[in-house]
């Protein structure tokens, strides 16, 4: 049987209650492996730990003993909510008046309440009319990367790790965040646009779950990959297919269906509280 070590992290957490931790983990020490995360080694599972971890916002998770992130050889990555702290077509809406109404749209699909390609239909609907130059301002104005984002995908870059960003919002800000943070691939829908304005559809097939499953299978198989050697990151239901690819999936402050399906869950830790997952 394999061994599992503990990991806790959290941006509040400090030497201190770290220690209490390991106490609580019949754990001889927390071993630190960033400045707000420890690894408990021979740590015992108990309701007494989950809550004390709930209590402190820290993120516990069992890992594997040895496993390495160099190891790894492909990792993807959702966009909205995940790589970036906003859903782009909601913020689109906005400059329409129509945020809440694409907003309530969006949790129905993030949640798993309606499928995935019938709700961004209905979604860009209702973005028809607007000038292409708004989405300049958009990305200009509003989109900002998800704490840690930067440090993750340069982890991954020092290590020789493939990147893959896939998304079911739009090409108009995969390309700039791509290019942005030095992303190998980025996979999206793309805006029709007419007369140099959105035509309220996409152009091509959609890209839903199905779709971000199918590319990183593609991925894997082209660099021949095993499961082992790749991580899928999302928030939402439509990444699920996606994450169900992958040797190690997580979920960042994601959505309780998709957090209960993830090996690991990363409520309240920066993006690159990915990094400390393996030693």
């Known amino acids: 049987m394999q061994r599992l070590s503990l990991v806790i992290q959290g941006p509040g957490l ?13 754990s001889a020490a927390a071993e630190p492996v ?3 995360a420890w690894r408990l080694r021979g740590a015992a599972r108990s309701a007494t730990l989950d809550a004390w971890c709930a209590a402190h916002r820290v993120d516990c998770a069992w890992v594997p ?8 050889r ?24 129509r945020k809440a109404a694409i907003a309530a749209i969006t949790e129905e699909a993030m949640r798993g309440e309606i499928p995935y390609a019938e709700s961004l239909a209905r979604r860009v609907a209702l973005l028809a ?16 990367l998800s704490p840690g984002a930067e440090r993750l995908i340069e982890g991954c870059r020092s290590r020789g790790i493939r990147t893959l960003l896939v ?42 779950a199905a779709a971000k499953a199918a590319r990183f299978r593609e991925v894997a198989a082209r660099f021949g990959l095993s499961k082992s050697q790749t991580l ?33 869950a990363l409520d309240f830790s920066d993006l690159d509280g990915v990094l400390n997952l393996y030693t």
């Open 74 to 97: 492909l990792l993807a990555i959702d966009m909205d909510s995940t790589l970036i702290t906003i859903e782009c077509v909601d913020e689109i809406g906005a400059l329409l008046g």
């Open 34 to 36: 960033a400045p707000s």
């Open 129 to 144: 009319g607007l000038e292409e130059t708004a989405l300049e301002k958009v990305y200009r104005d509003t989109l900002t």
């Open 232 to 264: 899928a990151v999302g928030d939402g239901a439509n990444d699920l297919a996606m994450m169900a690819e992958a040797g190690v999936s997580v979920a960042w402050r994601a959505k309780p269906r998709v957090r209960a399906a993830a090996t690991h």
């Open 14 to 26: 400090t030497p201190g209650l770290a220690e209490d931790a390991a106490r609580l983990a019949r």
């Open 167 to 208: 998304s079911g919002g739009f090409t108009f800000f995969t390309s700039r965040v791509q290019a942005r943070l030095g992303i190998d691939e980025a996979f999206a829908n793309e805006l029709e646009i007419v007369d140099g304005k959105l035509s309220g559809r996409l152009r091509g097939a959609i890209v839903d």
């Open 65 to 72: 003993e040895g496993r390495r992130f160099a190891a790894l």
